[in-house]
């Protein structure tokens, strides 16, 4: 049984938490393989708005396993107040809440690492979400890291002693003013990781292995999005994991030739949170109405998110290294009302018009060249199916599959779970 796997294609918040909501009928296990608490998945169903941030999109569905890979990092005290809310709502996790031994913990300190390092960028800052991110996978990289499993060994704490007091001095090095209580933080994380401790913690390679040969379908969910991986995205304005495809078999444990599906997720338009090159950037009246309309606030850190047209160089880059088989267009509803519709579909770049992303997306470098096309001034958000588009909308669709030579089979017109129409 091959794993699909389901991919955001932009700089992340594509709005992968309600396409895995809406596709885990189809699956028995939802596996997350890459980032931590820096995602904020947000799923809306019966009114209602559930932001997670390490749990897959699959909790609010009790048949379903949810394993949490050894690719992620975990943060015990947010992790913990996930688990509370789902409480809160009824949600029986304990049987379907699975967490990788090789996951890797973020320990308070690597969150003080975190703001110490970025504010000794000063305006180079990367716009980190300050969740402990780069400083855990570095530890993890640099061997010295900490992992779900090592708790249950007699001499962690030790281990744990060894690396805070290391990171402290790492702190007081960076010369930047970070305040801080350590104990009081200690005493938080050392509390929240009872909860992680008491959850299953399990060989998550070995168990999906076993799963697969037993016939259970598996998704496998990314956080982040293609143009952030630390491999393949705009350099050194990414997030420290591998967000592409391939993150999925070193952040799982599965064999590249057991992926199947490549589902990628791109929005109708772009927006990106944190710093970085952002060739289609609207900096105007059209960039502030995708904003407002398309409610452009980041999940976890309520940061306006920056706006702009589709860039087709980007995409095409994202669905070549991904592999993607099949797409899901979200937020077409946001575009409504726009008399004329831009996208990017070559780059000037010093002068040579390109048509793939260079190593160097930075303004001075790139400007976007466009094709327009025809908007469409209809209220979306009550469609259901595809014959009820807009022609204009399904113009827009064609196009897009026709540039990137791959079908669009769902598209996404309103948050919640309803607002989804399959072609
Ligand atoms: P970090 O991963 O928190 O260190 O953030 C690095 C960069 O990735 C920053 O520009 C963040 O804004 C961005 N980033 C991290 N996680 C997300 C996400 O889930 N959505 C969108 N951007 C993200």
Same mark, same amino acid.
């Given at each position: =049984?091959?794993?699909?796997?389901?991919?955001?294609?932009?700089?992340?918040?594509?709005?992968?938490?309600?396409?895995?909501?809406?596709?885990?009928?189809?699956?028995?296990?939802?596996?997350?393989?890459q980032?931590?608490?820096?995602?904020?998945?947000?799923l809306?169903?019966?009114?209602?708005?559930?932001?997670?941030?390490?749990?897959?999109?699959?909790?609010?569905?009790? +048949?379903?396993?949810?394993?949490v890979?050894?690719?992620v990092v975990?943060?015990?005290?947010?992790?913990?107040?996930?688990?509370?809310?789902?409480?809160?709502?009824?949600?029986?996790?304990?049987k379907?809440?699975?967490?990788?031994?090789?996951?890797?913990?973020?320990? @308070?300190?690597?969150?003080?690492?975190?703001?110490?390092?970025?504010?000794?960028?000063?305006?180079?800052?990367?716009?980190?979400?300050?969740?402990?991110?780069?400083?855990?996978? =570095?530890?993890?990289?640099?061997?010295?890291?900490?992992?779900?499993?090592?708790?249950?060994?007699?001499?962690?704490?030790?281990?744990?002693?060894?690396?805070?007091?290391?990171?402290?001095?790492?702190?007081?090095?960076y010369?930047?003013?970070?305040?801080?209580?350590? @104990?009081?933080l200690?005493?938080?994380?050392?509390?929240?990781?009872?909860?992680?401790?008491?959850?299953?913690?399990? +060989?998550?390679?070995?168990?999906?292995?076993q799963?697969?040969k037993?016939?259970?379908?598996?998704?496998?969910?990314?956080?982040?999005?293609?143009?952030?991986?630390? +491999?393949?995205?705009?350099?050194?304005?990414?997030?420290?994991?591998?967000?592409?495809?391939?993150?999925?078999?070193?952040?799982?444990?599965?064999?590249?030739?057991?992926?199947?599906?490549?589902?990628?997720?791109?929005?109708?338009?772009?927006?990106?949170?944190?710093?970085g @090159?952002f060739?289609?950037?609207?900096?105007?009246?059209?960039?502030?109405? =995708?904003?407002?309309?398309?409610?452009?606030?980041?999940?976890?850190?309520?940061?306006?998110?920056?706006?702009?047209?589709?860039?087709?160089?980007?995409?095409k880059?994202?669905?070549?290294?991904?592999?993607?088989?099949?797409?899901?267009?979200?937020?077409?509803?946001?575009?409504?009302?726009?008399?004329?519709?831009k996208?990017?579909?070559?780059?000037?770049?010093?002068?040579?018009?390109?048509?793939?992303?260079?190593?160097?997306?930075?303004?001075q470098?790139?400007?976007p060249?466009?094709?327009?096309? @025809?908007?469409?001034?209809?209220?979306?958000?009550?469609?259901?199916?595809?014959?009820?588009?807009?022609?204009?909308?399904?113009?827009?669709?064609?196009?897009?599959?026709?540039?990137?030579?791959?079908?669009?089979?769902?598209?996404?017109?309103?948050?919640d779970?309803?607002?989804?129409?399959?072609?």
């Amino acid at each position: =049984m091959a794993v699909d796997l389901l991919l955001g294609l932009q700089w992340g918040d594509e709005g992968k938490g309600k396409i895995v909501d809406v596709l885990t009928s189809k699956y028995d296990i939802i596996a997350r393989f890459q980032g931590g608490p820096n995602a904020g998945h947000t799923l809306v169903f019966n009114g209602k708005k559930h932001v997670l941030h390490t749990i897959p999109s699959g909790i609010f569905h009790e +048949d379903k396993i949810n394993l949490v890979g050894n690719g992620v990092v975990i943060d015990p005290v947010i992790f913990k107040k996930e688990l509370d809310k789902l409480q809160e709502q009824g949600i029986d996790y304990k049987k379907s809440l699975l967490i990788s031994r090789k996951a890797h913990i973020i320990l @308070p300190t690597h969150r003080l690492l975190d703001a110490a390092s970025e504010a000794s960028k000063g305006k180079a800052k990367i716009g980190s979400t300050l969740k402990g991110i780069g400083p855990t996978y =570095m530890d993890k990289t640099g061997r010295n890291g900490i992992r779900v499993g090592d708790m249950e060994m007699a001499d962690w704490k030790e281990k744990y002693r060894a690396l805070a007091d290391k990171h402290e001095t790492m702190i007081a090095f960076y010369d930047v003013d970070v305040q801080y209580d350590l @104990p009081e933080l200690e005493t938080e994380f050392f509390e929240s990781l009872e909860t992680l401790k008491s959850l299953t913690l399990i +060989d998550s390679e070995e168990y999906l292995y076993q799963a697969m040969k037993a016939g259970k379908s598996i998704l496998a969910e990314g956080a982040q999005g293609s143009l952030l991986d630390i +491999d393949f995205g705009t350099y050194p304005f990414v997030t420290s994991s591998n967000t592409t495809a391939a993150g999925a078999c070193t952040g799982l444990g599965i064999a590249p030739n057991k992926i199947g599906e490549v589902i990628g997720i791109f929005k109708a338009y772009t927006t990106r949170v944190g710093s970085g @090159p952002f060739p289609t950037e609207l900096i105007d009246e059209i960039g502030e109405t =995708m904003g407002r309309v398309g409610h452009e606030f980041g999940a976890t850190t309520g940061r306006p998110r920056r706006c702009g047209w589709l860039d087709l160089v980007a995409l095409k880059y994202a669905c070549q290294v991904n592999g993607v088989t099949q797409l899901v267009m979200m937020k077409g509803d946001v575009l409504s009302g726009f008399k004329t519709l831009k996208v990017c579909t070559a780059y000037n770049y010093k002068g040579t018009t390109i048509k793939h992303l260079p190593f160097n997306i930075e303004e001075q470098n790139v400007s976007p060249i466009y094709t327009e096309l @025809p908007g469409w001034n209809a209220d979306l958000t009550d469609m259901t199916e595809a014959s009820q588009m807009p022609k204009a909308l399904l113009g827009y669709i064609e196009f897009l599959e026709k540039e990137l030579e791959l079908p669009i089979t769902v598209v996404s017109v309103g948050p919640d779970r309803k607002q989804t129409i399959v072609r």
